[in-house]
């Protein structure tokens, strides 16, 4: 099993930063990528970006290009979203999600590549 804790959201105005955080615990040594989702209230969950512990890959959207970034820490088993230039439309619920192994070489965009998520953070910006 693998459980995952998602934290660091909260109320910020425009323009403003923030780094979420996610931990993992349990059988980490069967995490191939962690990923990022956001979904906004009547819209569909969103794919963000994607990390893999083993080859640091990343798939950034363009929605956040150039204001977002992924990264891990791999001996805390953590991975971050950095995110600045924060915008209103960046209010959403926020979930990390880990992929298997046993998944490698699909669609990191796919909410079935992933086989473990998180609570979910609040992220709302005003503004």
């Known amino acids: 099993q693998v459980q995952l804790v998602e934290s660091g959201g909260g109320l910020v105005q425009a323009g403003y930063s923030l780094r979420l955080s996610c931990i993992a615990s349990?059988?980490?040594?069967?995490?191939?990528?962690m990923g990022w989702f956001r979904q906004a209230p009547g819209k569909e969950r969103e794919f963000i970006a994607r990390?893999?512990?083993?080859?640091?890959?990343?798939y950034p959207v363009d929605s956040v290009k150039g204001r977002f970034a992924i990264s891990r820490d791999n001996a805390k088993n953590t991975v971050y979203l950095q995110m600045n230039s924060l915008k209103p439309d960046d209010t959403a619920v926020y979930y990390c999600?880990?992929?298997?192994?046993?998944?490698?070489?699909?669609?990191?965009?796919?909410?079935?590549?992933?086989?473990?998520w998180g609570q979910g953070t609040q992220v709302t910006v005003s503004s």
């Open positions: 349990g059988r980490t040594f069967s995490i191939y990528a």
């Open positions: 999600a880990a992929q298997p192994i046993s998944t490698v070489g699909r669609d990191p965009r796919l909410e079935g590549t992933y086989d473990y």
């Open positions: 990390i893999t512990w083993s080859g640091s890959s990343t």
